[in-house]
Nanobody
Framework: HVQLVESGGGSVQAGGSLRLSCAAS????????MGWFRQAPGMEREGVAT???????SYRNSVQGRFTISKDNAKNMVYLEMDNLTPEDTATYFC????????????????????WGQGTQVTVS
């Protein structure tokens, strides 16, 4: 059983920053692909960023250069640093994990991820 718990969401003005955290527990280790996804009201869920076992990262184009995904295997934590936020970034952000897919945003969107957190709300005004 894998549990993912997100934290760090909130409300921020455009141009501001937030750091999301994801605490992973259970039967999971550094070999997993970890990702952040988001879903705005009335919209499809979309991939934001992924990081693989070798710390290779991928990002959706609209966040490239503004968001940074990282992880701390010793603490079983994954982070998403979000800078220069815009109202278009407003969404519920989900942490996800999978050990069986190509670890990219595109693959995560198409194939889905096995394990999901409950989400944390990010609102940019």
């Amino acid at each position: 059983h894998v549990q993912l718990v997100e934290s760090g969401g909130g409300s921020v003005q455009a141009g501001g920053s937030l750091r999301l955290s994801c605490a992973a527990s259970g039967n999971i280790d550094g070999s997993y692909c970890m990702g952040w996804f988001r879903q705005a009201p009335g919209m499809e869920r979309e991939g934001v960023a992924t990081i693989d076992s070798g710390r290779r990262t991928s990002y959706r184009n609209s966040v490239q250069g503004r968001f940074t995904i990282s992880k701390d295997n010793a603490k079983n934590m994954v982070y998403l640093e979000m800078d220069n936020l815009t109202p278009e970034d407003t969404a519920t952000y989900f942490c996800a994990a999978d050990d069986g897919i190509e670890c990219t945003v595109i693959a995560g969107e198409i194939l889905g991820m096995v394990h999901w957190g409950q989400g944390t709300q990010v609102t940019v005004s």
